[in-house]
């Protein structure tokens, strides 16, 4: 049963959840280039993997957008960029 008001993130939380994204990010940014390497960069599969890194992307912004919330007074720009 979930409780009725979310419990945000702790700072720890968001410390492991940023390194997690950023390897992650490192790791789909290697597989992309391979892909792109092998295929050719009109390839379906290396415009998708793009397309992944993208969203990435913006999940990482979003977090560090909730991050500055849940937050509030304590440095968080380095957890997922």
Request: proline residues 5%; without cysteine; negative net charge.
């Amino acid at each position: 049963m979930q409780p009725d008001t979310p419990q945000p993130l702790t700072r720890e939380e968001h410390l492991e959840l940023g390194r997690e994204l950023k390897r992650m990010r490192t790791r789909l940014n290697e597989l992309a280039a391979l892909v792109v390497d092998v295929y050719g960069p009109q390839n379906h599969a290396a415009f998708t993997f793009q397309k992944i890194v993208e969203a990435l992307d913006t999940l990482s912004a979003d977090l560090e957008a909730q991050a500055a919330q849940d937050l509030q007074g304590q440095r968080f720009e380095t957890f997922y960029t």
